[in-house]
């Protein structure tokens, strides 16, 4: 069934069946670049009372499907769809791998009745992780503290295709100490755009600039996202400019675990 | 092959191609029907609650809107009163007394002697500074004025001159766009239009340039609309 | 064939249009038409009714089209006006020029038209020894320049008032050198008063149409300016050039897509001067054309129909969508290479002038999805734009070494255990080479990247390799 038994219920020894067992769909750049995020996310859930599972999985398939490639997207689609059949709901830290799960696969399945059928059922219980926290799991607030001022930029597809926009602010409004600026130009693309970033990089740049202009007259010290690439898309034109502002995923923040390095940062760097 | 077997030849290959892509021979009976049947009924959309209203929540609707669009608004009690009004906005506006308007027999019987302005009827070659309209009807949902052309309101003075000013019967104040529609088929017949129909709001503009907003691009740099009634 | 295009050269025109500090500059001032169409939509409850029900109307009118422009072109005979058909380009330019020549025509008035520029209408009647005066002052600004629009609505919208003001200079002729120019209001004032002599002088008047009303076989054109109307009122002749999906049933219908357009467009309840002309001048009216032409162009349209890419069909040329791209903002209008710019141009042009020419406008986009969100007529855009890029890549028409990494990638993904291996190692050696700073300032084949932006390196190990490890896992 393509299932790992690898679940934190089995670690902790719970067993509440009024648990709801969450798959976590970890994303490949939270995977490879950032485990972090996933941990803060494994904790989130679990303090709101889920039971974590982390069926063993690899990419959503959303670069293969925007650069026109079907057969690999669905390939990848019907091996995700599988791996999490026996979970109750699919959390994602990423409004944009989020958006290819809950909203692309079944348009992706369109012409297979069948293999439509499933991803529908797969779409319905897929859910970005903030909106899950606070819609479903009618999470309030968080039990964290992080002090500095912090701006939250909003990613293209959790905005537009899952309506991620006041719950992730909701949340941070209750961490400690936080403090929270809107960007003058919250909702404008960050110019990351998956393989545009690297194809028209050039442009990317141009967009990427506008935004890094945005963050820093907003005068944050961090800016968070729900999106890893909108992230290191935003992060690494502040430090390539100079710019002392950092990013992190917000779920690191609301989980209290944002004290390690920022993104892109090493602990080498002297602290600022 | 000669002109007319050319176009003909085009516009049957337009329509094959049409009905090529839709899947259609062009007679089935269900489609023709709806056509017809919406061509006929002339069904409404959705209409904006801001233009409706009673007559006195309509005219001010109306002022608001089209002083908003920066056209002046003034109100007189009867048509009787318009020259005056008229005479006074050219002389506020340090605008020369004369003006142009079209045949229309209201403005035919109005006291025009009792004002300086020398009054000239007509369609306008460019020679104007001042014209006078009577509108059709008045949009209050937008401030719009409805303007037919005939002998009665030349199109050239909605455009050619400096200034213009518009007369409307305050009866005339519908609420929106489709009020006029209704107006325009019980005045010219189902199906039928006069030459033109100009919905004009607010003065003659253009944000060409580095996109500021400049009155009296090619059309009147000025429009006052006088409500009478 | 269709006007010129460099659409091929995509990231050449990108890049020339990145480093054009002028034009940088310039872009700025276009950047509050989201403010005012977000205010417009806003101040108006039903807007977002108003966009379902234009959306409707247009997608009946489309399903009926042959029907709706039988229909029309009765109407338009009835007034005694005449329409003519014309399958693409080429044709479309023969009939009009044949037009203006019937009329002895030696300078023409035209109002702004995109399907105008899209046909090559300018260069044919200069080339038949007739001269175009563009009167919209935008269009008339970029005429001056040998320009094309750089947008749909706001064409000169890439040039400063400095711009302006030395091609006045050059191109009037009775211009004193000291004149004061400095001020947009001078600039318009100059403007007005050339233009004016030249709309008396014109034999023939050419406009677009933004509807076209089946019902009474009325030709509607939005302006804020009011040239449009002296483009058509004055001269001997009144030839309209419109394609096919212009069309629209009704009076009431033509007012449903009217309160969209304008607040999507400039953010305006509605433009000064919405102008309904039907037919020549009736035997009593004191002015207007003596003649009346409808030229109702298909050029590609009618191919669209039923296909994948109909729902396009549905723009009304607001230029909405462009006005809240980023991509289009960072670029201006001319780099997109053709016609139409923007996400409507992105997915039009590959239609209209082929894939292998246009194929790279619907690859340069990031799918943010505002031209969507905004669209009055809610066309799908980005959803399209995967389409032309599902075509490309059937077609192997995406470059090898991009399709080899996507296949690269897929390889990897489809194999979890695989994956797993490979991306912790990557993730080991990438975290080696950024230890010290945390991230990379270069990487191979991804210079694309870290030519302008640091890249995060990772934290050494993966989170699946850590959650197994942490749970002691078996499998």
Redesign the interface.
């Known amino acids: 069934m393509g299932e790992d038994m690898n679940d934190s219920a089995h670690r902790r020894g719970a067993g509440r069946k009024s648990e709801p067992r969450v798959g976590l769909f970890v994303t490949c750049l939270v995977d490879v670049i950032r485990p972090t995020v996933g941990f803060a996310a494994v904790k989130l859930l679990e303090d709101a009372g889920c039971r974590v599972v982390v069926p063993s999985q690899t990419c959503c398939g959303q670069p293969a499907y925007n650069a026109g490639d079907r057969l690999s997207a669905k390939a990848l689609a019907r091996q995700a769809i599988g791996a999490f059949e026996g979970c109750d709901y699919v959390v994602v830290p990423s409004g944009s791998c989020g958006g290819m799960l809950a909203r692309h696969y079944p348009a992706l399945f369109a012409d297979e009745p069948e293999e439509a059928v499933k991803a529908e059922r797969f779409a319905e219980k897929t859910h970005e992780l903030t909106s899950f926290l606070v819609d479903v799991l009618g999470v309030t607030k968080v039990d964290a503290r992080f002090s500095g001022t912090v701006a939250y930029h909003d990613s293209c597809a959790g905005l537009r295709e899952l309506g991620v926009k006041a719950q992730p602010r909701r949340l941070l409004q209750s961490v400690d100490g936080l403090s929270l600026v809107e960007l003058k130009e919250a909702e404008t693309c960050c110019g990351f755009g998956g393989l545009f970033a690297v194809k028209y990089g050039e442009i990317s740049n141009a967009i990427v600039s506008r935004k890094a202009e945005d963050i820093k007259n907003a005068r944050a010290d961090t800016v968070l996202a729900g999106d890893m690439g909108c992230l290191m898309n935003m992060v690494g034109k502040l430090q390539r400019e100079g710019s002392p502002v950092r990013a992190r995923h917000v779920a690191e923040v609301l989980a209290g675990m944002a004290e390690g390095p920022s993104i892109g940062e090493s602990q080498k760097e002297p602290a600022r | 092959m000669n002109?007319r077997s050319e176009?003909t030849n085009?516009?049957e290959?337009?329509?094959a191609?049409?009905?090529?892509?839709?899947?259609?021979a062009?007679d089935e009976e269900p489609?023709?029907f709806?056509?017809e049947a919406?061509?006929t009924k002339?069904?409404?959309?959705?209409?904006?609650?801001?233009g409706q209203g009673d007559l006195a929540a309509r005219a001010a609707t109306f002022k608001a809107?089209a002083e908003r669009?920066q056209a002046s608004v003034a109100e007189v009690p009867t048509l009787a009163h318009v020259p005056g009004e008229v005479a006074r906005f050219l002389r506020d506006s340090n605008c020369p007394a004369t003006v142009r308007m079209?045949a229309d027999a209201r403005f035919a019987q109005m006291p025009w002697s009792e004002t300086p302005l020398e009054v000239a009827v007509?369609?306008?070659?460019?020679h104007d500074l001042n014209a006078l309209s009577f509108a059709f009807a008045a949009v209050a949902?937008?401030g719009?004025l409805a303007l037919v052309?005939?002998?009665d309101n030349?199109?050239?003075l909605?455009?050619?001159p400096d200034n213009h000013v518009v007369a409307v019967a305050r009866d005339d104040l519908v609420a929106?766009?489709?009020a006029v529609?209704l107006k325009?088929r019980a005045a010219y017949g189902k199906?039928?239009?006069?030459?033109?129909?100009?919905?004009?709001?607010?003065?003659?503009?253009?944000?060409?340039?580095?996109?500021?907003l400049?009155l009296?691009?090619?059309?009147?740099r000025r429009l006052h609309i006088v409500i009478a009634g | 064939m269709s006007a010129v295009s460099t659409a091929s050269r995509f990231k050449e025109n990108a890049h020339a249009a990145l480093i054009d500090a002028r034009l940088q500059g310039a872009l700025s001032f276009s950047r509050n038409f989201t403010v005012r169409r977000s205010a417009a939509a806003e101040r108006l409850p039903e807007f977002e009714a108003l966009r379902d029900s234009a959306r409707a109307i247009k997608d009946h009118t489309l399903a009926h089209l042959d029907l709706y422009l039988e229909a029309y072109e009765r109407k338009v005979r009835e007034s005694g006006g005449e329409v003519h058909y014309a399958q693409d380009a080429d044709e479309a330019r023969r009939i009009v020029v044949g037009l203006c020549r019937s009329f002895g025509a030696k300078s023409v008035a035209k109002g702004k038209s995109m399907v105008a520029e899209e046909i090559g209408l300018n260069e044919a009647l200069e080339a038949a020894g007739i001269e175009p005066v563009e009167t919209d002052l935008g269009e008339y600004a970029i005429q001056l320049r040998g320009e094309r629009p750089s947008h749909i609505i706001a064409p000169a919208i890439h040039l400063t008032k400095r711009d302006i003001e030395s091609d006045f200079r050059r191109a009037h002729r009775d211009l004193p050198p000291d004149r004061d120019l400095s001020e947009p209001e001078k600039l318009l004032a100059e403007a007005r008063a050339v233009l004016r002599a030249k709309f008396l002088a014109a034999d023939v008047g050419i406009t677009g149409a933004n509807f076209l009303v089946a019902e009474t076989g009325t030709s509607i054109i939005v302006t804020n300016e009011g040239n449009g109307d002296l483009t058509q009122i004055l001269p001997r002749a009144h030839i309209v050039v419109a394609s096919i999906e212009k069309i629209v049933p009704t009076l009431e219908d033509a007012a449903q897509l009217l309160r969209v357009l304008s607040r999507s467009a400039t953010g305006q309840d509605m433009s000064v001067y919405t102008t309904f002309s039907t037919g020549p001048r009736r035997a009593d009216d004191p002015d207007g054309p003596g003649a009346y032409h409808v030229v109702v162009i298909d050029n590609g349209r009618s191919a669209m129909l039923g296909g994948a890419f109909e729902d396009m069909l549905r723009c009304i040329r607001c230029g909405a969508c462009m006005n809240h791209c980023p991509v289009y903002q960072a670029l201006g209008g001319h780099a997109y290479g053709w016609v139409y710019p923007g996400p409507m141009g992105a997915v039009l042009t590959p239609s209209l002038i082929g894939v292998k020419e246009g194929g790279q406008l619907p690859n340069a986009s990031t799918f943010c999805g505002r031209c969507e969100e905004v669209c009055p007529v809610r066309i799908p855009l980005p959803k399209m734009m995967r389409h032309w890029r599902e075509r490309e890549f059937e077609r192997h028409l995406s470059p090898a070494p991009f399709r080899y990494g996507l296949g690269f990638w897929a390889f990897f993904a489809t194999r979890p255990a695989l994956y797993r291996f490979s991306t912790g190692l990557a993730a080991r050696a990438l975290h080696l080479m950024g230890r010290s700073k945390g991230r990379l300032s270069w990487l191979p084949l991804a210079t694309g990247w870290t030519r302008w932006r640091d890249l995060a390196a990772p934290e050494r190990t993966t989170f699946q390799s850590r959650w197994r490890a942490k749970s002691g896992a078996t499998r």
Not at chain 2, 17 to 24: D, T
Not at chain 2, 122 to 126: E, L, N, Q, T
Request: net charge positive.
């Open positions: 002109p176009a085009s516009r290959a337009v329509f191609s049409i009905r090529r892509s839709l899947g259609v062009g489609r023709r709806e056509v919406r061509l002339a069904p409404v959309g959705v209409r904006p609650e801001r809107e669009a079209g007509g369609a306008s070659d460019g949902e937008s719009t052309s005939g002998p030349p199109t050239t909605n455009f050619l929106d766009m489709e529609f325009l199906g039928a239009a006069p030459r033109t129909l100009n919905f004009i709001t607010g003065p003659s503009r253009s944000a060409d340039i580095e996109q500021t400049l009296g691009a090619h059309g009147p």
